[in-house]
T-cell receptor, first 111, second 113 residues
Framework: DAKTTQPTSMDCAEGRAANLPCNHS???????VYWYRQIHSQGPQYIIH???NNETNEMASLIITEDRKSSTLILPHATLRDTAVYYC????????????FGSGTQLTVLP | DTGVSQDPRHKITKRGQNVTFRCDPI?????LYWYRQTLGQGPEFLTY????????KSRLLSDRFSAERPKGSFSTLEIQRTEQGDSAMYLC???????????FGPGTRLTVT
């Protein structure tokens, strides 16, 4: 699985958009980009995934660059409850293999 | 609630004791995973089941650890002769074959004193 690089921490003002970047320069053609988040003392929660097109769901939007070497998770209107560690993971969809988590980005939404 | 459940949520034990954790996955999910997470780190894979078959084990899973999923439904993770280094959050996740999304339980926090 391709390795990902994320900033250690970010702050965002409540009500503003939170943009979380992820670099995955070694991604291969059949690997998807997945985002999970982990709120303190809870299990990780699936957010969104994509291959090469931008994706949007009720939680977030995922923007993947044309060369697929990086992506950005966007929380359009961050709330205090979005404070969490956000993990960017790259892997082949449908694979039975385990998720490989990095250290993620600690997002703190400030009032 | 139809999510993944884990029991107990917290366990404090003395070094050398055995502990067992239980995970109940989402009912139609045939894949079940165990992860361990220490403070400040992302979860690390321990082992994985497809139905009742244990298909993969991490090198982190020493011989003091054993996991079962006897009827392809719930799973148990046992740690024998616990050590202080076993203190961690133990997470269970489940998924449907063919899909990537794994759904995690709330975890069991183990403290070995």
């Amino acid at each position: 699985d391709a390795k990902t690089t994320q900033p250690t921490s970010m702050d965002c003002a409540e009500g503003r958009a939170a943009n979380l970047p992820c670099n995955h320069s070694t991604i291969s053609g059949n690997e998807y980009v997945y985002w999970y988040r982990q709120i303190h003392s809870q299990g990780p929660q699936y957010i969104i995934h994509g291959l090469k097109n931008n994706e949007t769901n009720e939680m977030a939007s995922l923007i993947i660059t044309e060369d697929r070497k990086s992506s950005t998770l966007i929380l359009p209107h961050a709330t205090l409850r979005d404070t969490a560690v956000y993990y960017c993971i790259v892997r082949i969809t449908g694979s039975a293999r385990q998720l490989t988590f990095g250290s993620g980005t600690q997002l703190t939404v400030l009032p | 609630d139809t999510g993944v459940s884990q029991d107990p949520r917290h366990k404090i034990t003395k070094r050398g004791q055995n502990v067992t954790f239980r995970c109940d996955p989402i009912s139609e999910h045939n894949r079940l995973y165990w992860y361990r997470q220490t403070l400040g780190q992302g979860p690390e894979f321990l082992t994985y089941f497809q139905n009742e078959a244990q298909l993969e084990k991490s090198r982190l899973l020493s011989d003091r650890f054993s996991a079962e999923r006897p009827k392809g439904s719930f799973s148990t993770l046992e740690i024998q002769r616990t050590e202080q280094g076993d203190s961690a959050m133990y997470l269970c996740a489940s998924s449907l074959q063919g899909l990537f999304e794994q759904y995690f339980g709330p975890g069991t926090r183990l403290t070995v004193t």
